[in-house]
């Protein structure tokens, strides 16, 4: 089944001249190392094909790529290739609705069926090592930029190796891609830097985080806060897991004051949290979830209902 999958989603690419890739709002690693590394390949196999790469450039990422510069008028005729991406509400960039067929290659757990032709496999650590299994499954050949992005993300979504994500597979996909010639500590780098103002903001949360006795924590960061530190949102995203080795930490949420909602980042070690976001407008993995809480309230009705999880787990 998978493997008819692999070809078809192959087969559909080799048939247009113009490829146009998306990938989630709020980029991490694995969607723009998925997306990026999918229109490598393509054009190293089709040199002569269109492949544009949608959405904003995200500048924390601008060490792996930047974004191509996309206009309605390329969807005509177009494929559409969404990768990391659950629902159509988080696809960044307009259009992919224009385009002639659509393709989804996700790992998330399914929230929304969407395209044409699609590929969601929960079991895979990232979509950057799905698009891995595509180009090996098809013999492709990988060009050494495209392994770096596909290992950019693999590393990224599975916390170097460490999350309960990887599999042998993920191993054998990342082993493989070490054999093409990229700097991979240069990569790390990249991927670990960190400023002074996201340091400092980090010693206020490490002094401030609330820890109950069921094993959950919670971390508030105000508009106040953030503007104090000079660190914004997205930016303080980075830092969501650095009391994550407290011993007998169960799951921890960060509720961060945005112009209009308080973002909510939870993460978990014990109990699936997944379900708890989708009640609060979000969704994601069952250990890493993103939902929004309209007011304080909702933070405290939304922490009341962790605190319950990490109390049964
Ligand atoms: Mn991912």
Redesign the pocket.
Known sequence: MTRETLFNIWETIGRYQKVIIHRHVRP?P??VGSQAGLKEIILCAYPEKEVKLAGETENGLAFLTEMDEVTAEDYQGALAVVC?TANTARIDGEGVEQADTVIKID?HPEVEMYGDLQWVDTEAS??CEMVYRLAEANGLEIPAAAARFLYA?IVA?TGRFRFSNTTKSTFSSAGSLLEYEFDRDALYNDLDVTTEELLRLQGYVLSHVQITENGAAQVTLTKETLDKFKVTSKEASAIVNCFSNLKGLKAWVFFVEEDDIIRVRMRSKKPEIHHLAAEHQGGGHPMASGAQAQNWEETKEIFKKLDDLCKDA
């Open positions: 991490d694995d969607a990391d790992h990232s979509t993300g979504d």
